[in-house]
């Protein structure tokens, strides 16, 4: 009979079959650690400290994996996670290194930043920029009014205001602004439609996309559920977490944990 043989009998040197508590040739006892060894899957991904990144496609479709060994790894068009091709991504853009068994992501003063999905709702603060399909933007205070005279006496004719507390601007290639709305109450939509900034052609930005709020002298972004997500640019290192999705210039990926 064909045996799987996982024990070398101690005493004689001879294959104990497996479930077999004695040699069957010089009767010696098989330890009772053999007994309950089990073989195992082998792979370098059977590490509970590690973790790996999954390329999401333009379908929505996963794509290559990087498997993040190391205790630290360079995204950028040179590193250990190379991509040359895209233009948006600097030479030395993110780094994803291993802090207390943890994955942490860092932007390594990149040119464009590195964004992470938003989960429900996130506090932010004038200055940040967030992703929304595949609009980019910033969040401001309102200017500072500048309703004074010439020095011939005379006012700059002007649109009639109103109060706000902050607005949304929308940031182009090359960081200039394009559209610019004020808050008239406390909150700010962005949509494919009837929000308050839409975007009736970019087929990747949801009906009501995203929402920002003022709350005191603070704001929050909430995503509304959406299908592709609501995108945070990171200003210091974040932890990162299963399902976890970043996007650094135009790749789009996802954190997978072992553990």
Not at 22 to 47: H, I, K, W
Not at 60 to 80: C, F, N, P, V
Not at 101 to 109: A, K, N, Q, S, T
């Amino acid at each position: 009979m064909d045996q799987a043989k996982h024990y070398i009998c101690r005493s004689c040197m001879t294959g104990v079959a497996n479930g077999h508590k004695f040699c069957g040739r010089c009767g010696a006892p098989v330890p009772e650690e053999a007994l309950v060894l089990q073989t195992r899957y082998f792979s370098d991904m059977q590490n509970p400290d590690k973790a790996r990144l999954i390329l999401i496609r333009g379908d929505g479709m996963d794509g290559l994996s990087y498997h993040l060994k190391a205790e630290q790894h360079i995204l950028g068009r040179t590193g250990q996670l190379e991509f040359p091709d895209d233009e948006f991504i600097s030479p030395r853009h993110a780094n994803f290194f291993y802090r207390d068994h943890r994955l942490v992501i860092r932007d390594e003063d990149s040119l464009n930043g590195v964004y992470y999905r938003v989960r429900g709702s996130v506090e932010v603060a004038a200055g940040d920029s967030f992703m929304a399909g595949e609009q980019v933007f910033r969040i401001d205070l309102a200017p500072i009014a500048s309703d004074g005279v010439d020095p011939e006496g005379t006012y700059f004719y002007s649109s009639p205001k109103f109060a706000s507390t902050f607005r949304i601007s929308q940031v182009l290639i090359g960081g200039s602004l394009g559209m610019t709305v004020c808050a008239r109450g406390t909150a700010l939509t962005v949509g494919r439609e009837e929000c308050d900034l839409n975007f009736p052609h970019d087929c990747y930005v949801s009906p009501r996309h995203c929402t920002v709020e003022a709350i005191g002298s603070k704001f929050r972004l909430t995503d509304h559920d959406t299908l592709n997500g609501t995108y945070l640019r990171i200003k210091a290192e974040t932890p990162l977490g299963q399902g976890d999705y970043v996007a650094i210039g135009r790749k789009l990926m996802r954190v997978e944990l072992n553990a």
